[in-house]
């Protein structure tokens, strides 16, 4: 019986050891080795640099850190500091491998993965404005030695560049059949450096509107792409040159795709006071008021008055 009793013993213990040294997480994988934890650098027009941002020059800035990392069939919470380092309080291990097939992706969503993009309204909000900046890495190879994942930008990025120099005002696009945005708004607000994020898309020659606040109404500025359709492409800045001038009124040109973090100083010069009349809140006093308060017809050229109208285009928009 004494016999027996240790024989019994000693395989419990046996059992006991075996499991505190294969114990399996919550989520499922054997934690064995090495937890895995990597960098992760973002691509910009298909080259691999050094920073590692969203839209600004590093992860510092976040609200909301956490990145979904799926291996398998297993997702999982990571959490990215500001240098791009990703960890986990219930990480994915090693275990025997030293190449592990990733899937991950940025905002988080709870985990879920989104197979369309959708961006903020208000990006003026910069923590909007960074959120909107969907970012993911599709059966990324992860090396065991070097780990570190690269992630693609999912949205396009559009910059409007204001001469002789940008306006100091809160702008916004607005097209009927704008798509992949919250709420399925038709109309998005751009971040204070004139730029804002959107879900690759055509927008048709001559049905987008570029709108600016003036004492509390959004005023017509002009027609965005007048003579020609322009493809929005995932991971490239699209710049549209604004050009005001006090006689002719405001002209806007699609000057075509540039590197994701692109800049590019102003021309030196004043800009016009952007301020609409006294009288008729219009760009030129010296022109006939209009009295009806009725939005100018913008021309196909992208050129016109800008008039506007509280009742038809209130601060809401459409």
């Known amino acids: 019986m004494e016999n027996k009793r240790r024989t019994w013993i000693c395989a419990m213990l046996a059992v006991s050891f075996l499991l505190g040294a294969c114990e399996k997480d919550e989520n499922g994988g054997e934690q064995n080795g090495d937890a895995v934890v990597f960098s992760g650098v973002?691509?910009?027009?298909?080259?691999?640099?050094?920073s590692r941002i969203l839209t600004s020059s590093s992860w510092a800035g976040l609200t909301d850190n956490r990145v979904a990392v799926r291996i398998g069939d297993v997702v999982k919470e990571y959490k990215v500091d500001e240098e791009g380092m990703m960890t986990s309080e219930q990480p994915f291990y090693w275990e025997n491998a030293t190449e592990l097939t990733v899937d991950a992706w940025y905002p988080y969503n709870d985990g879920a993965y989104s197979e369309t993009v959708v961006v903020k309204s208000d990006q003026s909000d910069n923590n909007n404005f960074i959120a909107s900046d969907c970012v993911e890495t599709m059966q990324g190879k992860l090396q065991k030695e070097t780990p570190q994942l690269v992630f693609a930008h999912r949205t396009a990025k559009l910059v409007f560049k204001f001469y002789p120099t940008e306006t100091g005002y809160t702008n916004k696009i607005v097209y009927d059949g704008l798509t992949g945005v919250e709420n399925d708004a038709k109309e998005v607000i751009f971040n204070p450096s004139n730029e804002v994020l959107l879900a690759p898309q055509t927008l048709p020659a001559g049905k987008a509107v570029l709108r600016v606040l003036m004492n509390g109404h959004w005023i017509n500025f002009g027609i965005v792409s007048p003579d020609q359709d322009v493809e929005l492409k995932a991971g490239v800045s699209h710049i549209f040159k604004v050009e005001v001038d006090k006689i002719e009124g405001v002209s806007i040109t699609y000057q075509g795709d540039a590197a994701w973090d692109y800049t590019e100083v102003s021309l030196p010069g004043d800009s016009p006071e952007l301020t609409p009349g006294d009288v008729d809140g219009e760009w030129n006093k010296d022109k006939e008021s209009n009295l009806e308060g009725e939005s100018t017809e913008l021309t196909s050229d992208g050129k016109g008055e800008v008039g506007w109208d509280e009742?038809?285009?209130?601060?809401?928009?459409?």
């Open 311 to 318: 009742e038809e285009f209130p601060l809401q928009g459409y």
């Open 42 to 50: 973002i691509q910009k027009n298909q080259e691999v640099t050094a």
